[in-house]
Nanobody, 123 residues
Framework: QVQLIESGGGLVQAGDSLKLSCAAS????????MGWFRQTPGQGREFLAA????????SHADSVKGRFTISRDNAKATVYLQMNDLKPEDTAVYYC????????????????WGQGTQVTVTS
């Protein structure tokens, strides 16, 4: 199983940018498609983006398309989420996740979760 550690969250103002990182470890890390979710109190986890380790295929939820971009650095076994033009409604705990495919991510069939990192956007 792959272990995931997020970092990069914080307190920012509306319109600012933030870049989240997710470091993956474990012998099987390269088998997984990686993704990002977020969750607000009382709500389920919302899928945001996914990327395959073996290729450049990415997908982004319509709610963040054009503002958020997922990328990866295989040499560092790290996945990133670049978030631009942040809005107060982006305030949430952001989670990194690993699954066997992008489809599995989008339906929440996740093999591993990170611990989450808080992002707070003030107006």
């Amino acid at each position: 199983q792959v272990q995931l550690i997020e970092s990069g969250g914080g307190l920012v103002q509306a319109g600012d940018s933030l870049k989240l990182s997710c470091a993956a470890s474990g012998r099987t890390a390269s088998r997984y498609t990686m993704g990002w979710f977020r969750q607000t109190p009382g709500q389920g986890r919302e899928f945001l983006a996914a990327i395959r380790w073996s290729g450049d295929s990415t997908s982004h939820a319509d709610s963040v398309k054009g503002r958020f971009t997922i990328s990866r650095d295989n040499a560092k076994a790290t996945v990133y989420l670049q978030m631009n033009d942040l809005k107060p409604e982006d305030t949430a705990v952001y989670y990194c996740a690993a699954a066997l495919s992008a489809h599995m991510l989008t339906i929440g069939r996740v093999d591993s979760w990170g611990q989450g990192t808080q992002v707070t956007v003030t107006s």
